[in-house]
Protein backbone atom coordinates (compact mmCIF):
# COMPACT_ATOMS: atom_id res chain seq x y z
CA UNK A 1 0.00 0.00 0.00
CA UNK A 2 1.21 3.45 -0.76
CA UNK A 3 1.92 5.60 1.85
CA UNK A 4 -0.38 7.96 0.49
CA UNK A 5 -3.02 6.04 0.55
CA UNK A 6 -2.96 4.60 4.03
CA UNK A 7 -5.24 6.70 6.55
CA UNK A 8 -3.88 9.97 7.16
CA UNK A 9 -3.36 9.75 11.08
CA UNK A 10 -1.17 7.00 9.96
CA UNK A 11 1.46 8.71 7.38
CA UNK A 12 4.71 9.61 8.94
CA UNK A 13 4.48 13.07 7.87
CA UNK A 14 1.08 13.63 9.02
CA UNK A 15 1.91 12.24 12.35
CA UNK A 16 5.28 14.42 12.04
CA UNK A 17 3.26 17.56 11.81
CA UNK A 18 0.82 16.54 14.35
CA UNK A 19 3.04 15.33 17.21
CA UNK A 20 6.48 16.19 16.90
CA UNK A 21 9.21 14.62 15.64
CA UNK A 22 9.68 12.30 19.05
CA UNK A 23 6.40 10.74 18.62
CA UNK A 24 7.44 9.29 15.10
CA UNK A 25 9.40 5.58 15.21
CA UNK A 26 13.00 4.83 14.07
CA UNK A 27 11.17 3.82 10.97
CA UNK A 28 8.87 6.68 10.50
CA UNK A 29 12.03 9.39 10.34
CA UNK A 30 14.18 6.94 8.04
CA UNK A 31 10.92 6.38 5.84
CA UNK A 32 10.35 10.35 5.69
CA UNK A 33 14.14 10.58 4.95
CA UNK A 34 13.60 8.27 1.88
CA UNK A 35 10.86 9.86 0.95
CA UNK A 36 9.19 7.33 -1.76
CA UNK A 37 9.28 3.67 -1.70
CA UNK A 38 9.14 1.24 -4.75
CA UNK A 39 6.46 -0.98 -6.75
CA UNK A 40 6.59 -3.33 -4.15
CA UNK A 41 7.46 -1.34 -1.06
CA UNK A 42 6.20 1.90 0.22
CA UNK A 43 9.00 3.89 2.59
CA UNK A 44 8.01 2.71 5.72
CA UNK A 45 8.31 -1.02 4.65
CA UNK A 46 11.74 -0.13 3.53
CA UNK A 47 12.83 1.25 6.60
CA UNK A 48 11.44 -1.26 8.69
CA UNK A 49 13.35 -4.23 6.58
CA UNK A 50 16.57 -1.91 6.54
CA UNK A 51 16.55 -1.56 10.62
CA UNK A 52 15.05 -5.19 11.07
CA UNK A 53 18.00 -6.32 8.99
CA UNK A 54 21.15 -3.86 9.72
CA UNK A 55 19.74 -2.07 12.74
CA UNK A 56 21.07 1.47 13.28
CA UNK A 57 24.90 1.27 13.93
CA UNK A 58 25.15 -1.03 10.81
CA UNK A 59 23.31 0.14 8.73
CA UNK A 60 25.32 3.54 9.17
CA UNK A 61 28.54 1.72 8.97
CA UNK A 62 27.40 0.64 5.01
CA UNK A 63 29.28 1.94 2.27
CA UNK A 64 27.55 3.50 -0.33
CA UNK A 65 28.25 0.80 -2.70
CA UNK A 66 27.03 -2.07 -0.21
CA UNK A 67 23.65 0.22 0.37
CA UNK A 68 23.30 0.19 -3.13
CA UNK A 69 23.18 -4.00 -3.21
CA UNK A 70 20.59 -3.93 -1.32
CA UNK A 71 16.72 -4.54 -2.70
CA UNK A 72 14.85 -1.47 -3.41
CA UNK A 73 18.29 0.96 -2.50
CA UNK A 74 19.26 3.23 -5.71
CA UNK A 75 21.90 5.64 -5.84
CA UNK A 76 19.38 8.28 -4.56
CA UNK A 77 18.08 6.74 -1.20
CA UNK A 78 22.26 5.02 -1.36
CA UNK A 79 23.02 8.91 -0.94
CA UNK A 80 19.96 10.07 1.63
CA UNK A 81 21.06 7.27 4.01
CA UNK A 82 25.03 8.08 4.20
CA UNK A 83 24.08 11.80 4.09
CA UNK A 84 21.85 11.32 7.01
CA UNK A 85 24.36 9.19 8.99
CA UNK A 86 26.94 12.36 7.93
CA UNK A 87 25.26 14.60 9.35
CA UNK A 88 24.52 13.14 12.96
CA UNK A 89 28.31 11.82 13.16
CA UNK A 90 29.32 15.79 12.48
CA UNK A 91 26.52 16.63 15.13
CA UNK A 92 27.89 14.88 17.56
CA UNK A 93 31.59 15.60 17.00
CA UNK A 94 30.79 19.39 17.49
CA UNK A 95 29.16 19.05 20.98
CA UNK A 96 32.57 18.96 21.93
CA UNK A 97 33.09 22.75 21.73
CA UNK A 98 36.65 23.19 23.33
CA UNK A 99 39.89 20.41 22.71
CA UNK A 100 42.38 20.41 26.10
CA UNK A 101 43.91 17.37 25.04
CA UNK A 102 44.93 14.67 22.58
CA UNK A 103 42.58 12.24 23.81
CA UNK A 104 39.94 14.82 23.01
CA UNK A 105 41.37 14.86 19.66
CA UNK A 106 41.28 10.85 19.39
CA UNK A 107 37.73 10.94 20.79
CA UNK A 108 36.37 12.98 18.19
CA UNK A 109 38.24 11.90 14.95
CA UNK A 110 37.92 8.17 16.12
CA UNK A 111 34.44 7.57 14.52
CA UNK A 112 35.15 9.90 11.62
CA UNK A 113 38.22 7.94 10.02
CA UNK A 114 38.57 4.33 11.60
CA UNK A 115 36.89 2.57 8.65
CA UNK A 116 38.86 4.77 5.93
CA UNK A 117 41.24 2.62 3.83
CA UNK A 118 43.59 5.72 2.57
CA UNK A 119 45.17 8.15 5.36
CA UNK A 120 43.27 11.72 5.70
CA UNK A 121 44.93 14.85 6.84
CA UNK A 122 43.03 17.08 8.73
CA UNK A 123 43.15 20.72 10.00
CA UNK A 124 41.22 21.90 13.13
CA UNK A 125 41.39 25.08 13.85
CA UNK A 126 40.51 27.23 17.30
CA UNK A 127 40.54 29.99 18.67
CA UNK A 128 42.85 31.36 21.88
CA UNK A 129 40.83 29.29 24.27
CA UNK A 130 41.16 26.24 22.51
CA UNK A 131 37.49 26.36 21.59
CA UNK A 132 36.99 24.45 17.77
CA UNK A 133 36.11 27.12 14.86
CA UNK A 134 35.97 24.79 12.13
CA UNK A 135 37.54 21.73 10.70
CA UNK A 136 38.95 20.67 6.98
CA UNK A 137 39.60 17.49 5.31
CA UNK A 138 43.28 18.61 3.45
CA UNK A 139 44.23 15.86 1.70
CA UNK A 140 43.31 12.03 0.89
CA UNK A 141 46.27 9.50 0.32
CA UNK A 142 49.10 8.78 1.78
CA UNK A 143 50.95 11.80 3.26
CA UNK A 144 53.82 13.32 1.03
CA UNK A 145 55.54 16.31 2.57
CA UNK A 146 56.95 17.48 -0.78
CA UNK A 147 53.21 17.83 -2.43
CA UNK A 148 51.09 18.70 0.81
CA UNK A 149 52.47 22.34 1.04
CA UNK A 150 51.71 24.67 4.06
CA UNK A 151 50.13 26.58 2.23
CA UNK A 152 47.13 24.44 2.00
CA UNK A 153 47.24 23.67 5.75
CA UNK A 154 47.32 27.45 6.95
CA UNK A 155 44.89 28.90 4.03
CA UNK A 156 41.56 27.87 5.72
CA UNK A 157 43.12 29.10 9.65
CA UNK A 158 43.98 32.25 7.48
CA UNK A 159 40.44 32.53 6.35
CA UNK A 160 38.97 31.46 9.80
CA UNK A 161 40.80 33.90 11.71
CA UNK A 162 42.55 30.65 13.62
CA UNK A 163 45.32 31.77 16.04
CA UNK A 164 45.80 27.96 16.60
CA UNK A 165 45.64 24.80 14.91
CA UNK A 166 45.77 21.01 15.57
CA UNK A 167 46.88 18.75 12.91
CA UNK A 168 44.69 15.07 12.56
CA UNK A 169 45.53 12.60 10.63
CA UNK A 170 44.67 8.51 10.21
CA UNK A 171 46.69 5.50 10.03
CA UNK A 172 44.61 2.82 8.22
CA UNK A 173 46.88 -0.09 9.75
CA UNK A 174 45.58 0.72 13.24
CA UNK A 175 49.34 1.48 14.19
CA UNK A 176 49.64 5.55 15.15
CA UNK A 177 53.38 5.83 15.60
CA UNK A 178 54.84 8.07 13.09
CA UNK A 179 56.46 7.36 10.38
CA UNK A 180 59.51 9.54 9.17
CA UNK A 181 57.53 11.45 6.66
CA UNK A 182 54.94 12.22 9.53
CA UNK A 183 57.85 13.50 11.77
CA UNK A 184 59.26 15.41 8.45
CA UNK A 185 55.48 17.34 7.54
CA UNK A 186 54.75 18.48 11.47
CA UNK A 187 58.28 20.06 11.64
CA UNK A 188 58.02 21.51 7.98
CA UNK A 189 54.08 22.98 8.76
CA UNK A 190 55.51 23.91 12.91
CA UNK A 191 57.99 26.10 11.18
CA UNK A 192 55.66 27.57 9.12
CA UNK A 193 52.95 28.10 11.38
CA UNK A 194 55.73 29.99 13.31
CA UNK A 195 56.22 32.35 10.66
CA UNK A 196 52.49 33.35 9.94
CA UNK A 197 51.88 33.25 13.90
CA UNK A 198 49.37 30.45 13.97
CA UNK A 199 50.45 28.04 16.84
CA UNK A 200 50.97 24.11 15.81
CA UNK A 201 49.62 22.81 19.53
CA UNK A 202 49.56 19.60 18.30
CA UNK A 203 49.83 16.47 15.38
CA UNK A 204 47.48 14.06 16.38
CA UNK A 205 48.04 10.25 14.84
CA UNK A 206 44.47 8.41 15.14
CA UNK A 207 45.00 4.34 14.89
CA UNK A 208 43.21 1.94 17.14
CA UNK A 209 44.88 4.20 19.63
CA UNK A 210 46.71 7.49 18.88
CA UNK A 211 50.15 9.40 18.83
CA UNK A 212 51.03 12.88 20.15
CA UNK A 213 53.71 15.15 19.50
CA UNK A 214 52.87 17.03 22.00
CA UNK A 215 52.76 14.07 24.63
CA UNK A 216 55.81 12.82 22.96
CA UNK A 217 57.35 16.26 22.92
CA UNK A 218 59.20 16.22 20.25
Excluded at 56 to 76: D, T
Excluded at 89 to 116: C, G, L, P
Excluded at 135 to 152: F, M, V, Y
Excluded at 157 to 166: G, V
Aim: charge should be positive; hydrophobic fraction near 40%.
Amino acid sequence: MRIKDMPKESQPRYRFKKLGEKALSDSELLAIILSKGTKNENAIEIANRLLSNFGKENLSNLSLIELQKINGIGPAKAMQIKALFEFIKRTKKKEKKYINSAQDVFNMYYEEVKDEKQERFIIVMLDTKNKIISDKIISIGILDQAILHPREVFKPAIKNSSSRIILVHNHPSGDPNPSQEDIILTEKIKKAGDLLCIKVLDHVIVGESYWSWRENRL
